[in-house]
């Protein structure tokens, strides 16, 4: 594909989401900031900056300039907008990360009318990742988002529909069947699901966050924003391996990086490879024993307060981009409306867990016990990191998306013996 351009202000916060979109996806672009040297712009563009609209803009290769793009319209230019083309699957997932993605490609390879629904980019968190280093077969390493585009195409070959920047929102199970609602307002009909919905990164819960999001404020590793941060002081707080991660990465591009960890190490939290990377790289700095207190600036984020736990300081430190990478939730809002069963965290509970659990012996309709990865809802499954117990690890997302498709062909055997 050739490249788009895209036209806008190194600080529009609108780009961030177009940024962001572009790169978990690997649509390679060109980047023109309207606020450097002066460029001969495009017609539409030219006319809108001259009344004094400074929009941000994107150039596609067939010629069409659109102006204050979203990143559905983005996406639909791409031509990734589609239509369900069944009326009803055999399976539906949701979620394309890893474990999405992995159950799409096993289930459509061997035959299973596929549906696979993700509400952002293709990749889910691993998309973010700018190096996974420690996935089998991949000495080198390999870009999560080119991880996850291939992922993609295999799933488009084995003719899985793939509806992307859809959100499942709610879910009814009767008829052998799962009915999901999108917000999109299209109704999905599948015979079983697997629910591969993952975690998103927790908020600090600031004053001001919200307002400073996508202005210097951004959740997770960020790797599309590595290049707007040359020569800055770039803040990450967490000290898990996607924290270590985009510390190593942006140490790259940023005159230095500080990592703003609640603890006195971090052997416990990140894994020994990046211990040693974040450890000798000498432009990146651990805060160890501190939390981020406070956020400061006036349109977009100038400064952050930091408190030192163990000697009680706290310090304003200026920056203008500030990375959060802790903890996860899990995106499964979706199943208060069910009988699916989670923890108190809201993580899914499924298989061996279930049994014993306040509820499930009431609301578990079959003789057998759920399978390892079923959920307390006959043919409905989870895989990956939204599953309690789960590894949070690429590689076992894919292995429970594989997996969960076996037990989904045992499902249905189940039901067709039943039903014929
Ligand atoms: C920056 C970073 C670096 C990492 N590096 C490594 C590494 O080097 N090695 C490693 O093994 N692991 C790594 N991890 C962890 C790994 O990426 C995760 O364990 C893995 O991505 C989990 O996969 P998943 O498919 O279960 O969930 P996710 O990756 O979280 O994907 C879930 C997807 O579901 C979508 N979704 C959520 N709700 C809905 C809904 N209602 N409808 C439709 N779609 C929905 C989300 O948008 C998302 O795309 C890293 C994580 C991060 C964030």
Redesign the pocket.
């Known amino acids: 594909m050739n490249r788009l351009t895209l036209f806008g202000t190194a600080d529009a916060p609108e780009l961030y989401p177009l940024r962001d979109f572009l790169q978990r996806s690997v649509v390679q672009y060109d980047w023109v900031d309207l606020d450097a040297a002066p460029v001969a712009l495009p017609a539409g563009l030219r006319e809108a900056w001259a009344a004094g609209h400074r929009v941000p803009a994107i150039a596609f290769p067939d010629g069409q300039l659109v102006l204050s793009p979203t990143v559905e319209e983005v996406a639909q230019h791409l031509g990734w907008i589609t239509k369900p083309t069944s009326q009803e699957y055999d399976v539906s997932i949701?979620?394309?990360?890893?474990?999405?993605l992995s159950a799409a490609v096993y289930a459509a390879s061997e035959g299973l009318r596929t549906v696979l629904?993700?509400?952002?980019?293709v990749?889910?968190?691993?998309g973010?990742?700018s190096l996974?280093?420690?996935?089998m077969g991949f000495p080198e390493g390999i870009g999560?988002a080119e991880l996850a585009e291939r992922a993609r195409q295999q799933a488009l070959k084995f003719g899985v529909d793939i509806l992307l920047l859809?959100?499942?929102?709610k879910g009814t199970f009767y008829d052998h069947r799962i009915h999901v609602e999108l917000a999109s307002g299209d109704k999905l009909v599948a015979r079983a699901n697997i629910c591969?919905?993952?975690?998103?990164y927790a908020k600090l819960h600031l004053p001001d966050e919200a307002r400073f999001f996508n202005q210097g404020v951004y959740y997770?590793?960020g790797a599309s924003e590595a290049f707007f941060c040359q020569n800055k002081d770039v803040y990450i707080v967490g000290g898990g391996?996607?924290a270590g991660?985009?510390a190593v990465y942006f140490a790259g591009f940023a005159r230095r990086v500080y990592m703003v960890i609640r603890k006195g190490n971090l052997a416990a939290t990140l894994s020994d490879y990046l211990v040693k990377r974040v450890t000798t790289i000498p432009n990146i700095e651990i805060l160890y024993y501190s939390t981020v207190q406070a956020l400061a600036g006036e349109q977009a984020l100038e400064g952050i307060k930091v408190l030192n736990s163990q000697d009680g300081t706290e310090t304003w430190r200026a920056t203008s981009k500030l990375f959060i990478?802790i903890g996860g939730q899990p995106?499964t809002h979706?199943a208060a409306e069910t009988s699916i069963i989670r923890d108190p965290n809201g993580y899914l509970i499924t298989g061996p867990d279930l049994v014993g659990r306040p509820g499930f012996a009431e609301c578990w309709p079959l003789a057998r016990p759920p399978y390892h990865l079923e959920t307390s809802v006959p043919g409905s499954f989870a895989?990956?990191?939204?599953r309690l117990n789960s590894v949070?690890?690429?590689?076992s997302?894919v292995g429970e998306g594989a997996m969960a498709v076996t037990l989904v062909h045992k499902y249905l055997a189940e039901v067709d013996k039943l039903t014929s």
């Open positions: 949701y979620g394309a990360g890893p474990a999405g629904v993700e509400r952002e980019a990749g889910g968190q691993a973010t990742s996974i280093e420690n996935y999560g859809r959100e499942g929102i591969a919905t993952g975690v998103e997770g590793a391996n996607s991660q985009a990478c995106n979706w895989a990956g990191d939204v949070k690890r690429v590689a997302a």
